[in-house]
């Protein structure tokens, strides 16, 4: 038997357990199971190792992408460079005490996502968070030449802007505006980030992170404006599949430079 699973809490948005249930049926993958395990705090994890065995691989997800670094014994080169973690390796061969390598597949995941929108080239991108999720989307941008300018609600670094800094010239500049936050995740559905959605047009490409529903009231917003949108969709179904490899030794891990090259 071969385990797999998702922390983080809450869970109940998350569609990553009916993903790869469906991936092993469709695929054959027989003797694997994938599980959520809602963690209060990562001070649960080794517990969660010891008792379950069979433990393989997990993805995480918020609030843990960043906080889980600290607590494992290897870092890929992206997850490294990308500052967050949402996929980790569990190997027990040796003398069996588990041994725990971090991975980011958001990163590759995103880009995916990205060729949704067809052939972008790099200009100024506003990414609306500052969490882990923000860090894998800066990275995989600023490696294929991209300007980020970041957006928060309680702006602590130097140069985050707050929403109500936001004016029509970082509209003009940045046609790509980026969601990582979980704003409009169910089952808080009528939420979306406070920006000022009059100042889209049919220049700009919105991204939502968030695929639970698969179209958020923030890429409504950007279809009534003319917007091209790109669900979170993609991106759960590329990060996972990257995942999947990682976890069985067929992705790259390599550090993600160089132009990007889509899938397929």
Known sequence: MREYGLIG???SHSWSAAYFEKKFAREG????TYTPFPLHSLSELPELIRQRPALKGFNVTIPYKE????????????ARQAGAVNTVAVDRSGDGTPRLTGHNTDVYGFLQGLQVAGAIRPGAALILGTGGASRAVRHALKQQGWECLLVSRTPRDPGVLAYEDLRMTHFRTCK???NTTPMGMYPHTGGRPPIPYQW?????????LVYNPEVTRFLQAGLKSGCRTIGGIY??????EEAWRYWNGEADTAPAGGPWQPAG
């Open 9 to 11: 809490f809450p869970l």
């Open 29 to 32: 993958i027989a003797g694997t």
């Open 67 to 78: 906080q889980i670094m600290a607590l494992l014994d290897e870092l890929t080169p992206v």
């Open 176 to 178: 790509l505006v980026v």
């Open 200 to 208: 889209l047009d049919k220049e700009h490409i919105l991204y939502d």
């Open 235 to 240: 991106m759960l179904k590329s990060q996972a």
